[in-house]
């Protein structure tokens, strides 16, 4: 059963750097999304991403974030300048055209900034 | 704005008993509505979904759920707990009048299921 990837599956990074967490959706999907859990608290929408360009994004998504679809199989997740409370799980999920709201998640990236 | 409320932050049953997890939320507009469940260390798996139709919709291991629109409730049930049923279990929403390429869902905190033996 196709199924979302992600790497790595656990991040550590110094404050002030940058990372970039990466996802492969689901082949057929069209429909990109980046969520986080910080540890204890509820899974919350950072971005989704559909016909190559941003189409919502939340409050937590600052000018910190980006997200890029470099190629046809790969979405990723950047943060320019790490802070303390980017600590978090990342998960990406993907949907299809015909049941966008039908999301898959992948197994998430520990995010760990020190 | 869209909001999701799961009473209990931990449930415990014994193996074989019903399960219950409760899950309320708020929407200005029909909302399309998620049960999904994570195993320690996995990913979030989509158990089951209520978009349209019949209100009780069932889905994978034996769990089902039922839409009161006038309770603005979406409980999830099991009538029979099996050990391998614990784990944490999230209802969200999804605001279907959102633009096209936006289906984004909220989420509640969670309800951590532990089965005793």
């Known amino acids: 059963e196709p199924e979302v990837t992600q790497t790595p599956s656990h991040q550590v990074t110094q404050m002030g750097q940058e990372v970039i967490l990466r996802c492969v959706p689901i082949s057929n999907h069209l429909y990109f999304y980046w969520y986080r859990q910080i540890l204890g608290q509820k899974v919350e929408f950072l971005v989704s991403?559909?016909?190559?360009?941003?189409?919502?994004k939340s409050e937590i998504f600052d000018d910190q974030f980006s997200v890029e679809r470099p190629d046809g199989s790969n979405f990723t997740l950047k943060i320019r300048s790490t802070k303390l409370e980017d600590s978090a799980m990342y998960f990406c999920a993907s949907s299809e055209w015909y049941s966008a709201y039908e999301q898959y998640f992948g197994p998430g990236t520990r995010l760990t900034v020190t | 704005a869209q909001s999701v409320t799961q009473l209990g932050s931990h449930v415990s049953v014994s193996e074989g008993a019903l399960v219950l997890l409760r899950c309320n939320y708020s929407?200005?507009?029909?909302?399309?509505l998620f049960w999904y469940v994570q195993y320690p260390n996995q990913g979030l798996q989509l158990l089951l979904k209520y978009t349209t139709g019949a209100t009780l919709v069932k889905g994978i291991n034996g769990f089902e759920a039922e839409f009161k629109k006038s309770e603005t409730s979406f409980h999830l049930t099991k009538p029979s707990a099996h050990m391998s049923d614990a784990a944490e279990y999230f209802c969200?929403?999804?605001?279907?009048?959102?633009?096209?390429?936006?289906?984004?869902?909220?989420f509640g905190k969670g309800t951590k299921l532990s089965v005793i033996p």
């Open positions: 991403f559909y016909n190559n360009e941003i189409s919502e």
């Open positions: 969200a929403v999804s605001d279907t009048s959102l633009k096209a390429g936006s289906y984004q869902l909220t």
């Open positions: 929407s200005s507009v029909p909302p399309y």
